[in-house]
């Protein structure tokens, strides 16, 4: 796995962060990769606006994570007063079982599509709201799915409520 951060103060209030963090699991042919060594991506630190670890391949409808993960996230993040803070996010990513399923069209199949694929990349938006702790922020968000979903569901979305930056 590998991840790239950067963050660029735009002023004295805001604060642009951004992540790539990709992972890849190399299997000898014939071999199968253990269930716990898989890629699973959804929830409050990955992909906010989808529920824990639920992207990506599915089986009859179970789970099955992947051997390739990307996920992208960017974040406008805001003080705004006494210990309070705020942030706008944008996040996308998926798993996908092989690197021959991982496609630039994956990225850029459009949200009109009457056909969902569980291989499409997932996206989200939201807003949260920061609170500073002696160990680290205390974060509510709410993430809005902005494609169509595995449940064929357009919209709807996720509160997550946690300690600690997303990255």
């Not at 642009?16 to 071999?31: D, N, S």
Request: proline share 3%; charged share 25%; aromatic share 14%.
């Amino acid at each position: 796995t590998a991840t790239y951060s950067k963050y660029a103060h735009l002023g004295k209030r805001f604060t642009w962060a951004r992540r790539v963090r990709g992972g890849y699991t190399f299997v000898p042919t014939g071999a199968d990769l253990p269930f716990d060594e898989r890629f699973f991506v959804g929830g409050g630190t990955t992909i906010r606006g989808y529920g824990y670890e639920d992207l990506g391949p599915r089986l009859d409808g179970a789970k099955q994570g992947g051997r390739v993960m990307v996920v992208l996230n960017t974040e406008l993040r805001l003080r705004l007063f006494w210990q309070f803070g705020g942030v706008l996010f944008l996040d996308a990513g998926n798993v996908w079982e092989d690197l021959d399923r991982f496609k630039r069209a994956r990225w850029l199949h459009s949200e009109r599509s009457t056909v969902y694929s569980e291989l499409d990349v997932a996206y989200a938006i939201g807003a949260g709201l920061r609170f500073a702790t002696p160990v680290g922020p205390l974060r509510l968000d709410y993430g809005y799915k902005v494609r169509r979903n595995h449940r064929d569901e357009f919209g709807k979305g996720e509160v997550h409520l946690s300690l600690g930056q997303v990255f």
